[in-house]
């Protein structure tokens, strides 16, 4: 049998068309019901999606970057920078809300949407990616843990699902400079 090669692709969304958002409100969702740990827990309504994906695109420390499979969005993560009043913290920022829909997986692009976001990051003079999971999320923690992510805590009540409290854990991962070379020694951090 003859394998089907899909087009994967990820991109920074400055703006959405009406079917992009469309299709990422449909991929949130199907996330969401299936337990991807969006942050919600039940399904939501396409206004209160759109409502949140429109706010996302209007906040400066923010980035939405959309993974695509054949033209089609099926997911998204946000990099979340701190706000500029934070010298102290601005080599760092934060992956969140990075999700595929159930029905695009197994195909690479969750580890394309964190590579390129890791490589967005790295060009824009972030050294340190920072993120949490439940630890429901088994498929997230062995890519995270895959591509080079280091567990430094759990939170043992992290989050509250359908009456249930469930730990959480806590990544982080030193990016390369442009040059190739970690960063660790310049930061004070052991490798």
């Not at 997230?140 to 249930?164: C, D, K, Q």
Request: hydrophobic share 45%; with cysteine.
């Amino acid at each position: 049998m003859a394998s089907v090669t899909h087009r994967l692709e990820v991109e920074r969304a400055d703006s959405l068309d009406h079917h992009d958002m469309a299709a990422l409100c449909e991929a949130t969702n199907a996330a969401i019901v299936e337990g991807g740990g969006f942050g919600w827990v039940e399904a939501q309504s396409r206004t209160a999606l759109e409502r949140h994906f429109r706010g996302v695109l209007l906040v400066p420390e923010r980035e939405l970057y959309v993974a695509r499979l054949d033209g089609e969005v099926v997911g998204s993560a946000q990099l979340v920078r701190p706000p500029r009043n934070n010298e102290a913290q601005a080599f760092s920022a934060t992956l969140s809300h990075a999700f595929i829909a159930p029905y695009a997986r197994g195909h690479g692009l969750a580890r394309l949407l964190v590579r390129r976001v890791e490589e967005r990051a790295a060009a824009a003079g972030i050294r340190v990616i920072n993120l949490d999971v439940r630890a429901t999320q088994a498929t997230a923690i062995t890519l995270f843990e895959g591509l080079g992510y280091t567990r430094w805590g759990i939170h043992p009540a992290y989050a509250r699902v359908n009456g249930a409290t469930i730990e959480g854990f806590f990544y982080f991962r030193l990016l390369e400079t442009p040059r190739g070379r970690s960063t660790g020694a310049a930061l004070g951090l052991h490798e």
